[in-house]
């Protein structure tokens, strides 16, 4: 007993899930009559000594019991994690002890059995003190009340929320300039409606709309992440521009956003030269990608679900950005085998995706066999459905040792014509690099879900590559 106090003296994290027994096919085995009593144990054992608590995103049952638990014994929590949990209870006592406390507090996508208790964690939002990183994601309470958060945030998610009005955002946005990271992905509820109201008046709701916190956009000097997504206005009814004035950003991401447009997107990255990190997905009034090219310090690109995207584009990209390490095109129908020559011969990549690209064939493992940029070296390649990919692609991939030394991560899910000798091929290359160099060796994780391979090899191939159906 002394030695396991001592263990929990030492640790500062605290995460339940890692207590509990679980099996391949159902959560963790939270109705059992002991699940209660067990988490009280830990919690009480451990509790007095952690400054963060999890419970590992397994959508575990959160008892009043158990909450009260935690309130009485975690007397030092800095850090509370209850994302992808049931709360059965009311948060308040550990919010009454723990709250002016707390630089990280996360209700991600939490499900409350009743609403009530929800609703109480509003009153809260005063009581944050040093509070840097929030997450709110799917709340379903009223959140105007993220005015009354303290100017220590840092960063705050609140995607796919029920209840926020424009007026709400904007005077959060003014009042909040030491934001690094914001994440609407999809947008709040009643931002959306406020679309319909939009269309249906000519105007936007007495609450405010979404232009008048996009707007308001541009106090976030310090924002270096930003997320926005499903968002339902054209490009008519809501201006973009103000976004460009972000100068500090580093990542952007649009998802399902018909607002965004050649014309946006071309004022957006002329003035976003800093930009590292951009991802494009589902973007359907995009007719045109060829403002990506006027990005210099591009790390990764991400595009997806598109017909326009082209070869073009990615020549662009290949030569302005001699950085860019993660390329993902993903269902990007444009997208050939002389794209991929252009990105693996100039740029330095690390990952490349180009999952559901019907374009993409053999010829593109053959390219990136024969490229001769010694700076590009791929440790994860994703092919998942990409129908002409064969066991021809895989095996000139095991005949370079080059590719095959970086490699670590490969997806041919879906990839009928990817079978047993395909893998067969991969693991002899593999088996002959750990021989020569055992030390460094990295087995490889071979994705092959629905494609030509069986079971039947697992245990042949396991020492160099492990299968995942």
């Given at each position: 007993m002394t030695s396991s106090c001592q263990a929990y003296a030492e640790a500062d994290k605290l995460d339940i899930s890692e207590f509990l027994s679980s099996t391949n096919s159902e959560?963790?085995?939270?109705?059992?009559?002991?699940?209660e009593p067990l988490v009280k144990g830990v919690v009480k054992r451990g509790g007095p000594y952690v400054k963060e608590i999890t419970f590992g995103c397994r959508w575990l049952k959160i008892s009043q019991g158990i909450i009260d638990h935690i309130a009485q014994h975690c007397q030092q929590l800095r850090r509370i994690d209850m994302g992808c949990t049931i709360?059965?209870?009311?948060l308040t006592p550990i919010l009454e002890k723990a709250v002016y406390r707390l630089t990280?507090?996360?209700?991600?996508?939490?499900?409350w059995v009743e609403d009530k208790h929800a609703s109480q964690i509003r009153a809260y939002m005063s009581q944050f003190k040093v509070i840097k990183n929030l997450n709110l994601r799917k709340a379903m309470f009223d959140l105007n009340v993220i005015t009354d958060l303290p100017s220590t945030l840092q960063s705050l998610d609140i995607s796919g929320t029920k209840q926020l009005s424009g007026n709400a955002l904007a005077e959060f946005f003014k009042t909040h300039t030491n934001l690094k990271e914001f994440k609407m992905n999809p947008i709040p509820h009643a931002l959306k409606m406020s679309y319909v109201y939009l269309l249906n008046n000519g105007e936007d709701p007495e609450e405010g709309g979404l232009q008048i916190a996009i707007d308001e956009i541009t106090n976030l000097e310090k924002l270096e992440l930003l997320d926005l997504g499903y968002i339902p206005h054209d490009a008519y009814s809501l201006n973009l521009h103000p976004i460009s004035h972000l100068k500090n950003l580093k990542s952007l991401q649009f998802e399902a956003c018909d607002c965004?447009?050649?014309?946006?997107?071309?004022?957006?990255?002329?003035?976003?030269?800093?930009?590292?990190?951009?991802?494009?997905?589902?973007?359907?009034?995009l007719g045109d990608y060829s403002p990506l090219g006027l990005l210099k310090n591009l790390k990764q690109l991400h595009v997806e679900k598109t017909i326009q995207v082209c070869d073009q584009d990615l020549e662009a990209v290949a030569f302005s950005n001699v950085n860019l390490e993660i390329l993902k095109l993903r269902k990007c129908f444009n997208i050939t085998n002389k794209g991929v020559r252009h990105a693996v011969s100039r740029c330095p990549l690390t990952e490349l995706d180009l999952s559901m690209c019907e374009n993409i064939d053999d010829n593109s493992l053959e390219i990136i066999v024969e490229s001769s940029n010694k700076k590009c070296k791929i440790r994860t390649l994703a092919l998942n459905t990409c129908s002409n990919i064969t066991g021809k692609g895989l095996e000139k991939l095991a005949s370079c040792p080059k590719v095959m030394s970086s490699l670590r991560s490969l997806d041919v899910t879906r990839n009928k014509y990817v079978d047993n000798n395909s893998i067969i091929s991969l693991h002899g290359a593999l088996l002959e690099q750990k021989s020569t160099n055992p030390a460094s060796f990295e087995p490889l994780t071979c994705y092959v879900s629905h494609s030509g391979v069986s079971p039947d090899i697992e245990e042949f191939v396991k020492e160099t590559v492990t299968l995942v159906f």
């Open positions: 959560y963790y085995q939270q109705d059992n009559l002991n699940f709360i059965n209870g009311s990280f507090f996360s209700l991600e996508e939490a499900s965004l447009t050649l014309a946006s997107l071309q004022v957006l990255l002329t003035e976003m030269q800093d930009l590292e990190n951009l991802i494009l997905i589902n973007c359907v009034k």
